[in-house]
């Protein structure tokens, strides 16, 4: 079984960076794709930022350009280096692994981490 844990959040100004880690543990046998999603108060959550187990990488528009995501394979973790952090950053941040449960997919998710972006 998957458990993703994350860590990093925090306050940052506007133009700061923030490093998200998720780690993950159990089995990465099944592991198709990782990824960190966010939720702001009062909307939905929305895709930050995907990687696939081939290492192909996707992004949100807007935050292509600032945000990376990455792994280390060694360490069975996740990141998401922010940059150049806006206040409508502000959100709770979530790991997410996609899972391959033959016939279907299945979604594990940590248990988030606050990023507060303000002066």
């Known amino acids: 079984q998957v458990q993703l844990v994350e860590s990093g959040g925090g306050l940052v100004q506007p133009g700061g960076s923030l490093r998200l880690s998720c780690a993950r543990s159990?089995?990465?046998?099944?592991?198709?794709?990782m990824g960190w999603y966010r939720q702001a108060p009062g909307k939905q959550r929305e895709l930050v930022a995907t990687?696939?187990?081939?290492?192909?990488?996707n992004y949100a528009d807007s935050v292509k350009g600032r945000f990376t995501i990455s792994r280390d394979n060694a360490k069975n973790t996740v990141y998401l280096q922010m940059n150049s952090l806006k206040p409508e950053d502000t959100a709770v941040y979530y790991c997410?692994?996609?899972?391959?449960?033959?016939?279907?997919?299945?979604?594990?998710w940590g248990q988030g981490t606050q990023v507060t972006v303000s002066s």
């Open positions: 990687i696939t187990s081939g290492g192909t990488t």
């Open positions: 159990g089995s990465a046998f099944s592991i198709v794709a």
């Open positions: 997410n692994a996609v899972l391959q449960v033959l016939p279907s997919f299945m979604n594990v």
